[in-house]
T-cell receptor, first 116, second 113 residues
Framework: EPEVTQTPSHQVTQMGQEVILRCVPISNHLYFYWYRQILGQKVEFLVSFYNNEISEKSEIFDDQFSVERPDGSNFTLKIRSTKLEDSAMYFC??????????????FGQGTRLTVV | GENVEQHPSTLSVQEGDSAVIKCTYSDSASNYFPWYKQELGKRPQLIIDIRSNVGEKKDQRIAVTLNKTAKHFSLHITETQPEDSAVYFCAAFSSGGSYIPTFGRGTSLIVHP
């Protein structure tokens, strides 16, 4: 069964450093998403991406965040200058169609980001 | 914006019992309501969903009901098994403005053998 894969599974970084979280969506999917889940809290939407541009973004997704699809398979989330409060599990997801038509998204296994 | 409240935060049942998890939402424009199961250390997985033009949907031991008037939807699991133990999240997608999900805080379901 096709899966969304994320690397690394765990990333430890120092405050102020840049991190890039990587995702490989399911190959025939066209819509890509990033979510985060602070330990013990709810899953929060960050951003959706389609046709090489951001479709939607939440208030959390400020200027410190950026997304990119550098090639035909990878989808990345960059945090420019990490803060302690960025520590969370970050989930990538993808879907065949856009949210308004088919919101069903498949999640990756997550990257646990720890900012020290 | 949308606000989703989920109750209870923890639910402990005996194997074979039924479990019910409830969510309320605030935005009457919300029209899609998925439920996710997240086992410890694993990814959230969609287990069932319901759209606003449907009142109830069932898939084997799992069912979801939606009351649009009261703005609440519930997950029902019958004949619970230990492998049902996980955190369950509800979400609501609002058709007004940005179509992004708002999640509930999650319910930790523990099924005792």
């Amino acid at each position: 069964e096709p899966e969304v894969t994320q690397t690394p599974s765990h990333q430890v970084t120092q405050m102020g450093q840049e991190v890039i979280l990587r995702c490989v969506p399911i190959s025939n999917h066209l819509y890509f998403y990033w979510y985060r889940q602070i330990l013990g809290q709810k899953v929060e939407f960050l951003v959706s991406f389609y046709n090489n541009e951001i479709s939607e973004k939440s208030e959390i997704f400020d200027d410190q965040f950026s997304v990119e699809r550098p090639d035909g398979s990878n989808f990345t989330l960059k945090i420019r200058s990490t803060k302690l409060e960025d520590s969370a599990m970050y989930f990538c997801a993808s879907s065949v169609q856009g949210a308004r038509l088919a919101p069903e998204a498949f999640f990756g296994q997550g990257t646990r980001l720890t900012v020290v | 914006g949308e606000n989703v409240e989920q109750h209870p935060s923890t639910l402990s049942v005996q194997e074979g019992d039924s479990a019910v998890i409830k969510c309320t939402y605030s935005d009457s424009a919300s029209n899609y309501f998925p439920w996710y199961k997240q086992e410890l250390g694993k990814r959230p997985q969609l287990i069932i969903d319901i759209r606003s033009n449907v009142g109830e949907k069932k898939d084997q031991r799992i069912a979801v009901t939606l009351n649009k008037t009261a703005k609440h939807f519930s997950l029902h699991i019958t004949e619970t098994q230990p492998e049902d133990s996980a955190v369950y999240f509800c979400a609501a997608f609002s058709s007004g403005g940005s179509y992004i999900p708002t999640f509930g805080r999650g319910t930790s379901l523990i099924v005792h053998p």
